[in-house]
Structures are given as C-alpha cells and as structure tokens.
C-alpha cells in the first residue's frame, strides 16, 4: 500500500505545494479501545517507511521546506489507507502546527481526501502533541477552533512530556486529553505519579475534556486508570500498531 505522493496534485493552488516531498512514508494502526464498553474507539496512524522503519527515520526528513508538504501529505496517505482498510471508527492523526499557516485553507486537502475515498469527517480527530513548541499558541487555538468548525474531533498528545503543561491548555480546551507514557509508566507503584494523575482528572472533568491514557503495558497501569474512570485507553497492553493493518485487541468489538 506504500504509495508515493506527488505533493502538487495533493493541494491545488498553494505556492508551498509545488516542490515534489521528495520520499516515501506509509502508515501503522494502533487501537484505541474504550475499555469500559470493550469497543474499538479507533486507530492512531503512526508514520512508518515503507519496509517498517520507525517514524524518527520519516520525520528525520521533514525540515522547514517541506514541513507543509508533508503535513498534508499524512493527512491524505492516513485517511486513504484507513478507507482501504475499511477502518469505520475514529481516525486519529497527528498534525505539525507550525506548518498550518492558515486553519481554514489548510483544512482544503483533509476534506477533499475524505470526499475521495468515502471516509466521514466527523470520524477524524487530529492531535497535537504537547511537546511540540508552538510559539503562536493563540494561532494554535484558531486551528483548534476550526477543525471543531468542521466537525472534526481535537486532541492534545503526549500531555505531560512538554514544556507548555498547564500554561497550554489554559489557552484553549480540546476534546481529548492523551495522557503521556511517563505519567502512565508504573504508575500503580508511584504515589506522586498517581496524585498528579487524580488531579489531571479533576481538571479535565471540570473541563468537559475526555481523558485519554496512552503507553498502557501492564494490568496494574490499566487497573488505576479504570479506577480513576478513564475509558479510553491505548498502548502495547491492548495491541501493538499493525504495520499498514488495523490489529483488533482480544475482547473487543
């Protein structure tokens, strides 16, 4: 399924769309499962190389150039393998902020593939990952605000693992809230790790903001977290991410 994209036929009409990306990437699937249900959420698209190489290998390769190109070009190989792979829940993917120069136009691509391969928007969540520095974070929240425009669901990664914390979620409330590994790690066995985890959880429910965690390896992770009333979970614990497949963790619908 790994498939080279001419990035100028991605994006019509964009001056930063007219240089070819220059290398392949394809995509790996991890489930996302609503533990308290035991339903498949959905899949995050974690980026690959095309013989399986992991994704520091690809975005080794995204520099200022072609940081727009790439960003649109995931957009479209995730949404187009997710429809081959008949995949009919959420699409999670994750998305390079400081190469959306403008929410709206930016948006043009995404909702074209969807139309494309038949995959419906309101099944697709983008992330952003907390480590990222963003230096223009009210731009981030217009980004934000317009993929929740069109219907797209928003998430905030690897919360937790950055330099912005708390000072970035002040700024503006995404829908989920994906809980990072090392707030996750042995957590059953670290009291500060589980005060700074019930505390997290009081905020987001204050907040109306669906609280994710992520990393799961072990049954005493996945224990306190369901005690502390999370659902939705991800991690090696559930499934491993399928290499261009959709793996489906034991016990789920």
Do not use: W
């Amino acid at each position: 399924m790994s498939t080279f994209f001419p990035v100028e036929e991605i994006v019509s009409g964009c001056k930063q769309c007219h240089q070819p990306l220059g290398f392949e990437f394809t995509f790996a699937f991890q489930p996302i499962v609503d533990i308290k249900n035991k339903t498949l959420f959905g899949y995050e698209a974690l980026v690959r190389g095309c013989q399986g190489e992991g994704a520091y290998q690809v975005l080794s390769k995204v520099n200022d150039q072609n940081r727009y190109a790439f960003d649109q070009a995931c957009r479209v190989k995730a949404i187009q393998l997710a429809s081959e792979l008949k995949l009919d829940r959420m699409l999670s993917i994750n998305f390079l902020p400081n190469a959306v120069y403008e929410p709206r136009h930016c948006i043009r691509s995404t909702l074209e593939a969807a139309k494309q391969y038949n995959f419906p928007t309101e099944r697709l969540m983008f992330e952003i990952t907390e480590s990222e520095h963003v230096a223009d974070v009210a731009h981030l929240t217009r980004i934000f605000s317009e993929y929740q425009a069109q219907g797209f669901t928003t998430a905030l990664d690897d919360f937790g693992a950055g330099h912005a914390g708390l000072n970035l979620l002040a700024s503006f409330v995404p829908q989920i809230l994906k809980i990072d590994m090392e707030l996750v790690r042995d957590i059953d066995r670290n009291k500060i790790k589980q005060s700074i985890a019930r505390g997290l959880m009081q905020i987001c429910n204050d907040l109306n903001i669906t609280v994710l965690a992520e990393g799961l390896e072990t049954k005493e992770e996945v224990a306190f977290y369901q005690d502390l009333g999370v659902r939705l979970m991800q991690g090696y614990y559930f499934a491993k991410p399928g290499f261009e497949i959709l793996p489906r963790p034991d016990g789920f619908s």
